[in-house]
């Protein structure tokens, strides 16, 4: 009886100490997971505020910052930014073309070489105009995760994207940091958008006129940039608006279904460099009419692999085009 009794307290004492080790052992493999999880997808908190006229004052300087800015009429901040800031306007609208996925090898070329033949020759408008010096253009690199959503974030706000952004690409929020057309609405600019989706989620509300289309049916390549440039003639002979954002998708779709050689890649750069032709011939139109002045920045948000997939972190992925075209009076300046 004694041994019987000895062992069912050592059995007891045994299972006691195993479901402990269990308890224990789960609790710190919940820890450890919570710790890659938040170290390897950081969440980053929404900065609260808007930036103001004090972001031009001296910070060692006694004069306080105009503590009613929020009560001043958008024409009269407007004029306070244009004040302080101490540079004058060149140009009174902005059409901000949006390319996804065009490496900027495509248009500038790599290493100092100039652009393939195919691409160059698809393109010939666009290079003319950089020939020319009527553009200037950079190799702008894209911080990863190279997705549309956090990038185009990076774009407005100057956010860096966390590898969790991939995740609410597929279901965008409204952006609630301080960003350049939050900024563009305090001073009265009135904005359009024709393209992507995207933008009318991270701001909704915004835009006085918009038509967005869906970036995840990849195997449309036609449709979805046809949806863009049938508005483009009604927007350019409209006067209402200062900001004209155009976000192209059939480039990227073409890179997913077919890859960089993909043999629809040329029809659809030359049908890029229709548009920038007819956007710049209307700007020389409204400059020898004494209208007002028009700069157009071509953009992508990302780069493509050889296969047209993109996301992470290679060069092929992260070299995107930045573009400013202007005249070359005026364009230099700056």
């Known amino acids: 009886f004694f041994f019987r009794r000895l062992f069912e307290m050592t059995t007891a004492m045994t299972c006691t100490r195993l479901t402990i080790f269990t308890v224990a052992g789960i609790f710190l493999q919940i820890i450890g997971l919570s710790i890659f999880v938040f170290g390897f ?39 306070l930014y244009q004040e302080l800031s101490g540079i004058s306007s060149k140009y009174d609208r902005l059409i901000l073309m949006v390319i996804d996925g ?32 009527d553009a200037i253009g950079y190799h702008a690199k894209a911080a990863p995760p190279t997705v549309t959503m956090p990038r185009l974030k990076a774009m407005v706000s100057g956010a860096i994207g966390g590898f969790l952004d991939v995740a609410f690409n597929f279901n965008t929020q409204a952006l609630l940091d301080d960003n350049l057309l939050g900024q563009f609405l305090r001073i009265g600019w009135k904005m359009v958008m024709l393209g992507d989706e995207t933008w009318i989620k991270l701001f909704p509300g915004l835009f006085m006129r918009h038509d967005g289309v869906s970036s995840f049916f990849v195997k449309d390549t036609v449709m979805v940039d046809r949806n863009v440039s049938r508005h483009l003639p009604n927007e350019l002979n409209n ?25 629809l890649m040329a029809s659809k750069l030359k049908e890029m460099d229709d548009v920038v032709r007819t956007m710049h011939l209307r700007a020389i139109m409204d400059r020898s009419d004494d209208k007002e002045q028009t700069l157009l920045i071509i953009v992508s948000d990302h780069g493509m692999t050889e296969s ?27």
């Open 239 to 263: 006067d209402d608006w200062n900001l004209l954002i155009l976000h192209y998708l059939g480039l990227d779709h073409v890179g997913h279904t077919g890859g960089r050689n993909s043999p």
């Open 41 to 79: 997808f950081p969440v980053k908190p929404t900065l609260s505020g808007v930036s103001g006229s004090e972001s031009y004052r001296d910070p060692f300087c006694d004069s306080s910052p105009n503590s009613n800015e929020s009560e001043l009429h958008s024409e009269k901040f407007r004029l």
């Open 102 to 133: 065009l490496p900027a090898e495509f248009v500038l070329g790599k290493d100092g070489q100039p652009p393939r033949k195919v691409w160059k020759e698809s393109m010939p408008y666009t290079q003319s105009l950089l020939a020319n010096g």
């Open 308 to 334: 047209g997939n993109h996301g992470g972190s290679s060069y092929e992925e992260t070299d995107s085009l930045m573009l400013f075209i202007g005249f070359s009076s005026n364009i230099f300046d700056y």
